[in-house]
């Protein structure tokens, strides 16, 4: 699988962002959410039952990501139909606050080179994407086995966290400038 | 009350401290306008008195742009903190605190959108009243590397000086104040 250090793979994909029929799909692409982080999570199949537990405890969690200037974007090979028919019929994800991309043709599965070799679908991986499109986290479990969002946080505010005061300003390195 | 109207109604014994409010921020040269008024936005906040806050907060939006008000005042939310932290680092004698990651956010160093001179200037009137000598040391050594003045410099600091303790009075007086209303 692709990881720290290495460019996010460019994409066009069909999400499902509302349970509305009438906005439900919209096409995302890399180039949205200019300027954010982008945390990916993707999962293996739709209708299961570890997934809506870790996709909705991202969620709950939603609003802190955002106050950080990230973006959740969750996704799998399921089609942009199955997950709105999943997101209508779970309790849990009825008012998910982030979009569930369609992989249908597995292009961006592949791309990262998270698909599972024995069962063809995405495994659970979760990447962080800083605003320069650039893997800077990567993260991914066996199939049975769910993810902690409050980690894939924690290292999110570790990422972001410089210390930028001239005191700790060691002989020789660059000075702060701003950007 | 505005604060010309606070400074006018300091006490008898606060006399020193009208007269150089009105001397040294009236009429001094070395810095402009932002850098001045920004000085007064942060040293206020760090000083803590709530109505020279007001007070000063008020003034300073007729003096500079909403993004210099905003930076000033980012200037003594993150000194606030990182005068606490960084001071312990620097008078405990245990050097293993400094090599430990510190894991405090400190981005609107970089995102305030002003010149990076001006809120270095904050940042070291409120590191003065705050009392963090390193902060000082290594704020100041910044501030005359980009150009500044030794001048400038002193006289931000004058001007930490007296809003500090003009509000250490204004808290005095607020007492005297609020026997009056309840007796």
Redesign the interface.
């Known amino acids: 699988m692709l990881g720290v250090g290495q460019k996010f793979p460019d994409y066009s994909l069909t999400a499902t962002v509302s349970l509305d029929m009438k906005n439900a799909f919209k096409t995302i692409t890399n180039n949205d959410y200019a300027g954010k982080w982008k945390v990916y999570f993707f999962w293996p199949k739709d209708f299961t039952f570890v997934c809506p537990t870790e996709i909705a405890a991202f969620g709950k969690i939603n609003k802190e990501f955002l106050d950080r200037d990230a973006q959740i974007l969750g996704g799998s090979t399921d089609s942009e139909f199955v997950h709105h028919a999943w997101r209508t019929h779970h309790e849990d994800l009825k008012n998910l606050p982030f979009p569930m991309l369609a992989d249908v043709k597995r292009e961006l599965t592949s791309a990262l080179d998270i698909l599972d070799p024995d069962a063809g679908v995405a495994q659970r991986a979760t990447y962080i994407v800083d605003p320069d499109g650039i893997i800077r986290f990567a993260y991914v479990t066996d199939l049975s086995v769910g993810r902690n969002p409050q980690e894939v946080l924690r290292v999110l ?2 990422l ?8 700790n ?1 060691q002989k020789g390195e660059e ?5 | 009350m505005t604060i010309d109207e606070l400074i006018d109604s300091l006490p008898a014994y606060a006399k020193d401290l009208k007269l150089n409010y009105s001397s040294l921020v009236r009429q001094q040269t070395e810095l402009s306008q932002q850098q001045l008024w920004g000085t007064l936005v942060a040293s206020a906040m760090v000083s803590r008195n709530l109505e020279l806050i007001r007070a000063v907060l008020a003034e300073a939006a007729t003096q500079i742009s909403p993004t210099a008000l905003e930076a000033a005042k980012a200037a003594a939310a993150v000194m606030g903190m990182n005068n606490i932290y960084y001071r312990f680092l620097h008078l405990s004698s245990n050097e293993k605190y400094r090599a430990i990651p510190a894991k405090l956010r400190m981005n609107v160093m970089r995102s305030h959108g002003v010149d990076q001179t001006d809120f270095e200037l904050w940042s070291t009137a409120a590191s003065a009243i705050n009392g963090c000598g390193a902060c000082v040391d290594s704020h100041e050594k910044v501030l005359r590397n980009h150009g500044f003045t030794e001048e400038q410099i002193l006289m931000s600091v004058r001007i930490a000086s007296i809003v500090h303790a003009i509000a250490t009075v204004l808290d005095t007086e607020s007492i005297a104040a609020a026997d009056t209303v309840t007796a």
């Open positions: 505010d570790a972001q966290t410089d210390e930028l005061c001239p005191c300003w000075t702060l400038v701003v950007a």
